[in-house]
């Protein structure tokens, strides 16, 4: 299919359909609500952790809930495309070192909702433009995904189609991101190339999961908040569990 001059995979169109029909509110096996983890650490070994409680997420016709009766809330886009070889990508960010929070993390292009911002999607394609250049004219929003909290911050994964990646040239906002690459969305179901450390919170054990990916420029850790969305959002494009035990806890 030809649209807006450039050419649609079919395999992507059946993929949004599917996104667009999937409820967040129905509890699936494969894809059910879970808990994760905030890392309040400058390093991996050194660190306490918080729990991060998905929360029911509320959708309307908008595909991202109502934002003027919020409270402190935020959303993330994963922005999914296929390569040449067919296999889908999602985007991510290196934050800047600069930061006074997570900098240096991986990171998903998103941010604080702002005063303005409609509804969740506003604010996603909001900040992926704001922090890599990336227009919202380019992205297909097809679902939202359930929500976590950290911090007390409500975090609204917003699912995006890239139709065409090479009408993305990535202009980086510098002080706010230090590098963007891409990397295979069904790694997050694999076992290779992934750590784990076990955490006691609570009397429990819990996991934490790395993902370590590499491009030719650089080598990249994949965590904690960024790293449960992604495993998350892949079960459900993929529509079956991780080759690993998540080991969530139990709240």
């Not at 993390?105 to 702002?114: F, I, R, T, W």
């Not at 005063?115 to 394609?125: I, K, R």
């Not at 997050?188 to 190339?193: I, M, R, W």
Request: charged residues 25%.
């Amino acid at each position: 299919m030809e649209t807006n001059g450039f050419h649609r995979s079919e395999n992507l169109i059946k993929l949004a359909e599917k996104l667009r029909l999937y409820n967040p509110n129905n509890n699936q096996p494969a894809v059910s609500s879970s808990n994760f983890f905030n890392i309040h650490s400058s390093t991996i070994q050194e660190c306490t952790v918080s729990k991060v409680i998905p929360k029911e997420q509320e959708s309307n016709s908008e595909l991202g809930t109502d934002n003027n009766s919020r409270r402190a809330r935020a959303a993330v886009l994963v922005c999914l495309f296929e390569d040449q070889q067919g296999n889908l990508r999602v985007i991510l960010t290196k934050r800047a070192s600069t930061l006074s929070t997570h900098s240096g993390e991986v990171a998903l292009p998103g941010g604080k909702v702002e005063e303005g911002d409609a509804n969740d999607t506003e604010t996603a394609l909001r900040e992926a433009k704001e922090e890599i250049g990336l227009d919202r004219s380019l992205v297909d929003v097809v679902t939202v995904l359930e929500s976590f909290t950290t911090k007390g911050i409500i975090v609204i994964p917003v699912v995006g189609i890239l139709w065409d990646r090479n009408t993305f040239n990535p202009l980086i906002n510098t002080a706010e991101v230090a590098a963007v690459f891409d990397a295979p969305l069904e790694m997050f179901l694999k076992d290779e190339n992934r750590r784990e450390q076990e955490v006691k919170y609570m009397g429990d054990q819990y996991v934490l999961h790395f993902f370590d990916h590499e491009t030719e420029d650089e080598k990249y850790i994949i965590w904690a908040l960024t790293a449960g969305i992604l495993i998350k959002a892949a079960s459900i494009v993929y529509q079956r569990p991780p080759d690993f035990q998540e080991r969530r806890p139990r709240f």
